[in-house]
């Protein structure tokens, strides 16, 4: 069973405050990603990353940056936060091959308050 | 625009009547997959399609495979634990594994 873990769980920050999401998946997945959701717009593409320093944009990248330091770990960073960026955020992984590939494994969500 | 369109947007059923759930994109797509999230927030997989049909258990998917155009999901004898929001993915063709959401079904089974 694939497992992706997420912390923290719940975050509150200032606006312009620096925050971090972390994100560990423990089964050799290729592909790492990062999705916020908002109420009225699903689930939507913010960065992914194919393997270890690798870094593609997503559908809404801007005011966020992520890096990939190994295949397990993708972290979102937000350097000055906003508002608009009050979200519940999601990581998954999927692999690239073989009889699951392409299925996403979600974590738990961050949820993230910017007062 | 919005890629891939969900409907009904809100459900509701009693205990053991059927219903169909149903993603159309506006272009042609290489795979679709349908997730349910939870009370808690937790996002599942239900089913991975590149073409044709799977079933596990009381649930089925469907993904037109001409025009790739439209899948749907079925629940048959709707059960309390089906509660959720359901939302489908799919991705293009030559992107990867880059996918693209509905917005989400709120189903709500009542007894």
Known sequence: EAAVTQSPRNKVTVTGGNVTLSCRQTNSHNYMYWYRQDTGHGLRLIHYSYGAGNLQIGDVPDGYKATRTTQEDFFLLLELASPSQTSLYFCASSDAEGASAETLYFGSGTRLTVL | ?111
């Open chain 2, 1 to 111: 625009g919005d890629q891939v369109e969900q409907s009904p947007s809100a459900l509701s059923l009693h205990e053991g009547t059927d219903s169909a759930l149903r993603c159309n994109f506006t272009t042609t797509m290489r795979s679709v997959q349908w997730f349910r999230q939870n009370s808690r927030g937790s996002l599942i997989s239900l089913f991975y399609l590149a073409s044709g049909t799977k079933e596990n258990g009381r649930l089925k998917s469907a993904f037109d495979s001409k025009e790739r155009r439209y899948s749907t999901l079925h629940i048959r004898d709707a059960q309390l634990e089906d509660s959720g929001t359901y939302f489908c993915a799919a991705g293009l063709q030559g992107t990867g594994s880059k996918l693209s959401f509905g917005k989400g079904a709120k189903l709500t089974v009542s007894p």
